[in-house]
Antibody, heavy 125, light 108 residues
Framework: EVQLLESGGGLVQPGGSLRLSCAAS????????MSWVRQAPGKGLEWVSA????????YYADSVKGRFTISRDNSKNTLYLQMNSLRAEDTAVYYC??????????????????WGQGTLVTVSS | DIQMTQSPSSLSASVGDRVTITCRAS??????LAWYQQKPGKAPKLLLY???RLESGVPSRFSGSGSGTDYTLTISSLQPEDFATYYC??????????FGGGTKVEIK
């Protein structure tokens, strides 16, 4: 059974930093791109960042480029999101999501067949 | 960026009704479209991908169609567990991946 478990969310002041983690199990982690998708309170879904199965390719939404860094440790089956220079508009539930297509489909993210339960990040003074 | 416009933003329907939700892309996306269902406080759940392919375990009352820029999610006979918010998402070659604004399906 595929499981994705996020952690690391919490309350942080504007300008602060936070690192999210997503522990994966139930599939060959290194064979799949992974993404972070966020949802501000009462709002829709926004793709934030993706990383290829090997970790060699990374992708970012313009809204977080230069502030967030996605990474993965395939030996620990864990995905990370380092968030720096946080702003009030980064307040959201952050989900990690498994790509629905394997590495044969390329490094580009596609759709998401499994999602974690989400972790809430609140940026406020 | 490819903009995804969903309509309607909300609808009221009764159990047993046929429900149709539309998603329009700002450019052609060659069937690179997924649909998700999200219930309050829960993560989204994949329903369909490649515009019309049903994800394993999803009831057959859900179906998808479309081509080019216009796509449709249909629930043939609405069930009590289907009251939720639905999102479309394009994954055509151009990043960023983008979602529609969502359609909330409420009980009439």
């Amino acid at each position: 059974e595929v499981q994705l478990l996020e952690s690391g969310g919490g309350l942080v002041q504007p300008g602060g930093s936070l690192r999210l983690s997503c522990a994966a199990s139930g599939f060959t982690f290194s064979s799949y791109a992974m993404s972070w998708v966020r949802q501000a309170p009462g709002k829709g879904l926004e793709w934030v960042s993706a990383i290829s199965g090997s970790g060699g390719s990374t992708y970012y939404a313009d809204s977080v480029k230069g502030r967030f860094t996605i990474s993965r440790d395939n030996s620990k089956n864990t995905l990370y999101l380092q968030m720096n220079s946080l702003r009030a508009e980064d307040t959201a539930v952050y989900y990690c999501a498994k790509d629905g297509l394997g590495a044969v489909a390329g490094t580009h993210p596609h759709y998401f067949d499994y999602w974690g339960q989400g972790t809430l990040v609140t940026v406020s003074s | 960026d490819i903009q995804m416009t969903q309509s309607p933003s909300s609808l009221s329907a009764s159990v047993g009704d046929r429900v149709t939700i539309t998603c329009r892309a700002s450019q052609g996306i060659s069937n690179s479209l997924a649909w998700y269902q999200q219930k309050p406080g829960k993560a989204p759940k994949l329903l369909l991908y490649a515009a019309s392919r049903l994800e394993s375990g999803v009831p057959s009352r859900f179906s998808g169609s479309g081509s080019g820029t216009d796509y449709t999610l249909t629930i043939s006979s609405l069930q009590p567990e289907d009251f939720a918010t639905y999102y479309c998402q394009q994954y055509y070659s151009t990043l960023p991946l983008t979602f529609g604004g969502g359609t909330k399906v409420e009980i009439k």
